[in-house]
C-alpha cells in the first residue's frame, strides 16, 4: 500500500537547458567509503563527479543520483546512476566522454556507458528492482586467493537445500525491520521477488569441491541499509545446521533485530543489474516510488 509521503516533492526530469545522462558503471567497492560522497573520505561519487568536473573544465560539480547507495566494501557490476548536464555541454563532449572519463577514472571505478536518459527516467526512483549477489566459500581450505576480494569465507559446509528451503519463506512484501539498520523517516517496507542459493564454479579454471561457491542470488523492488548481509546471515546459520530452517522467518515476523544474525561482511556483495520499466511507465513509476509505502491494515 502506498501513501503520500511528507517529503517535499522533487522534481520529475531535467531543468530546463539540461539533458538528463545515464550512465552504466561499474566498481571494486575495497577501497572506497560507499557509493554517496562524503566529506574526507574516497568515495564512488566523488571520484566520478571530480572526473567529470575535470574533463569538461567546468566551474562545478554536476550532482549524481544513483540507483542504489552501496556501502563501504560493497562492490557493483551493473550500478545505474544519472546527471543532468547543460545541453551545451553534452553537445560538446558528448561523443568523447566517455573516452576522456576512462583516462581520468582510477581503476577500480569504470563507466561502461553514456546515454540520453528517455523522458521520465531517474536512476532511483525509476527503478523497478535491483538484483545483488552474494558469494560464499565454503571449503575447508579457505577462499582462492585470487577471488579473496569478492568471496566470503564460512568455515562450516553449507547445506544450500536447507538455505533454500529457508529463503521461500522470506519472499513476498514484507516489513524487513528485522533485517536493516533503521533510518529516521524511511520505511522497511519492501518486496522481496527473488531469493535463493546455487552452487556456481568459482571460475572457468576451478573444478571439484574447492571450486564451486555458494551463491546467493537476493532481488527486491529495493533495500534497506544492511538488508541483504543480514538476510545472508541468517541464512548461514540455517545452511551450517545452527538453526533451523524456520529461524529466518521467525526472525522476520518479529521485526526487531536478532543478536544471532551476523551482518555478514561486505566484499562479498555485488550490485549486478537495475530493472526499469519501458519507457512509457518511467514517468508513472518514478511517481509511484516517492510516496511512502505501508502494509494493509497500518494507518
Not at 211 to 232: E, I, S
Not at 285 to 292: G, I
Request: aromatic residues 6%; glycine residues 10%; hydrophobic residues 40%.
Amino acid at each position: 500500500m502506498l501513501k503520500d509521503c511528507e517529503r517535499p516533492e522533487r522534481q520529475d526530469g531535467p531543468a530546463e537547458g539540461t539533458v538528463r545522462i545515464r550512465l552504466d558503471l561499474a566498481y571494486h567497492g575495497a577501497e572506497f567509503s560507499g557509493w554517496a560522497r562524503q566529506p574526507g573520505y574516497r568515495t564512488v561519487q566523488g571520484e566520478i563527479e571530480s572526473a567529470l568536473q575535470i574533463v569538461t573544465r567546468s566551474a562545478e560539480p554536476y550532482a549524481l543520483t544513483v540507483a542504489g547507495r552501496t556501502d563501504a566494501g560493497v562492490h557493483a557490476r551493473g550500478q545505474v546512476a544519472h546527471v543532468d548536464l547543460p545541453v551545451e555541454l553534452w553537445a560538446q563532449h558528448g561523443e568523447k566522454l566517455l573516452r576522456r572519463l576512462a583516462g581520468r577514472l582510477p581503476d577500480d571505478v569504470r563507466i561502461h556507458r553514456l546515454s540520453e536518459a528517455p523522458a521520465g527516467f531517474d536512476a532511483r526512483f525509476a527503478a523497478i528492482w535491483r538484483r545483488y549477489a552474494y558469494r560464499v566459500a565454503d571449503h575447508q581450505g579457505g577462499v582462492d586467493p585470487l577471488l579473496r576480494g569478492h568471496v566470503l569465507w564460512h568455515d562450516r559446509p553449507l547445506d544450500i537445500d536447507l538455505m533454500n528451503e529457508a529463503a521461500r519463506l522470506l519472499l513476498g512484501e514484507h516489513d524487513f525491520a528485522a533485517y536493516c539498520k533503521k533510518r529516521e523517516g524511511a520505511t522497511t517496507i519492501r518486496t522481496l521477488l527473488d531469493l535463493f542459493w546455487e552452487r556456481v564454479p568459482a571460475d572457468t579454471h576451478t573444478a571439484g569441491v574447492a571450486g564451486q561457491l555458494a551463491v546467493a542470488t537476493v532481488r527486491a523492488d529495493a533495500f534497506c541499509h544492511n538488508m541483504v548481509r543480514a538476510l545472508v546471515g541468517s541464512m548461514l546459520l540455517v545452511g551450517d545446521g545452527r538453526r533451523p530452517v524456520e529461524f529466518p522467518g521467525q526472525v522476520l515476523a518479529g521485526r526487531v533485530r536478532h543478536s544471532a544474525v551476523n551482518v555478514v561482511r561486505p566484499y562479498g556483495l555485488t550490485l549486478e543489474e537495475v530493472g526499469y520499466p519501458a519507457d512509457d511507465k518511467l514517468a508513472e513509476r518514478n511517481r509511484e516510488a516517492r510516496r511512502m509505502r505501508t502494509l494493509p491494515g497500518q494507518g
